[in-house]
């Protein structure tokens, strides 16, 4: 009896595996492409709450590409002065700008440093000086010695706080470029970073005085071993911009060497001297 079927031809089997192998990998391709469309549509959504999230924290400023290139007017700033209970307390030091949000006891309204929030005030924080005109970035007239803290005062920040951009002014351009002045501050604190390792080392071939002082009893110097005598500060012009003095021991033989001057009212060879 002849069979229905029609008689398969010669490799039809190796073909429809063939073709069921080929939509085999399309599939697994087309679900690749479709994995990394959700990938990229995810990574673009959390970019974008990460961008609105800093946006919404510093909103007055205008938007650049990362929160360190974050750039602020003298005004902006103004408005982080911690009045405002939804926005964070910036400070500016030197151009660059801290938020010191944690630090709201000391930095809000009525805290201590309250005067610092706001603007930047980088000549104050060696100054003293809080009145209107102290709380300047200018720090013309500094020693070395002062501008070398303040830039220290600087590193605290980094190290302490969030660092969230550049004010736009003395010290950075409208690009957040570094200007002359801040480079220039910059090498006159590396200048004073090296006067006092020098002097240092020149003091430590003269052992400093023991010295102690009390609301009651007043102050006084002694040695252990020498004399108690003042002797000038040979760098300390040009670390500070005035000459200060110090005390120091010196041997017996040493006395009579030029520049030592005996504490007024101490015996000449006393070894303790009220002062």
Not at 165 to 174: F, S
Not at 188 to 198: C, I, S, T, V, Y
Not at 209 to 237: A, H, M, T, Y
Request: proline letters at 4%; one cysteine or more; a neutral charge.
């Amino acid at each position: 009896m002849a069979s229905d079927q029609s008689p398969q031809r010669p490799g039809e089997d190796a073909h429809e595996d063939e073709q069921k192998g080929s939509s085999s990998v399309k599939g697994k391709a087309m679900a690749g492409k479709t994995m990394g469309w959700v990938l990229a549509l995810i990574v673009a959504v959390v970019a974008l709450f990460v961008g609105l999230s800093f946006k919404s924290r510093y909103p007055i400023a205008p938007s650049f590409p990362s929160p360190q290139q974050k750039l602020f007017k003298v005004d902006e700033l103004a408005l982080y002065n911690g009045t405002d209970e939804g926005l964070p307390i910036l400070l500016g030091i030197l151009g660059s700008v801290f938020d010191v949000t944690k630090g709201k006891s000391h930095y809000g309204v009525g805290g201590g440093y309250h005067h610092f929030s706001g603007r930047d005030a980088s000549r104050a924080f060696v100054s003293g000086n809080f009145t209107g005109e102290g709380l300047t970035d200018s720090l013309r007239g500094l020693s070395n010695a002062e501008i070398k803290s303040v830039v220290e005062w600087r590193g605290f920040y980094h190290k302490s706080y969030t660092f969230v951009g550049k004010l736009v002014g003395l010290y950075y351009d409208d690009q957040g470029n570094p200007t002359k002045h801040l480079k220039g501050a910059e090498a006159k604190a590396a200048r004073g970073a090296q006067l006092l390792k020098k002097q240092k080392k020149e003091e430590d071939k003269l052992p400093s005085c023991n010295s102690k002082w009390s609301q009651d009893e007043g102050g006084e110097v002694w040695c252990d071993n020498g004399f108690p005598r003042l002797i000038q500060r040979p760098l300390e012009i040009a670390l500070t911009g005035k000459m200060s003095k110090r005390c120091a021991c010196f041997r017996e033989d040493q006395l009579g060497e030029p520049g030592l001057e005996v504490y007024e009212g101490c015996d000449y060879q006393a070894q303790t001297c009220r002062v």
